[in-house]
């Protein structure tokens, strides 16, 4: 079993930045990319950016511009850069599998939380 842990949330004001980690650990042989999902309250959970070792990469339009993913895919770690954060981007940010089925076990995820 593959156990995912992300970290580096917290509360910051309109228009600042965040970086969020997320490390993969356990059966990761078969990890072909990985991708940062967030779910708002009351919402669905959604695809906010995906990396594939190969290196491509993929952003949900509302972050375009603001936010960048990269990753170690050695390591197994994947990492989000997020600038210029709106209150809209308030929301439990999760690691998962990207563009590979079946997704692992949801992590605890870890709060961002923008003010205005």
């Known amino acids: 079993q593959v156990q995912l842990v992300e970290s580096g949330g917290g509360v910051v004001q309109a228009g600042g930045s965040l970086r969020l980690s997320c490390a993969a650990s356990?059966?990761?042989?078969?990890?072909?990319?990985m991708g940062w999902y967030r779910q708002a309250p009351g919402n669905q959970r959604e695809l906010v950016a995906g990396i594939s070792w190969g290196g491509d990469t993929n952003y949900a339009d509302s972050v375009k511009g603001r936010f960048t993913i990269s990753g170690d895919n050695y390591k197994n770690t994947v990492y989000l850069q997020m600038d210029a954060l709106k209150p809209e981007d308030t929301a439990v940010y999760y690691c998962n599998r990207y563009r590979t089925l079946p997704m692992y076990s949801w992590g605890k995820g870890t709060l961002v939380t923008v003010s205005s």
């Open positions: 356990g059966s990761t042989f078969s990890i072909n990319g």
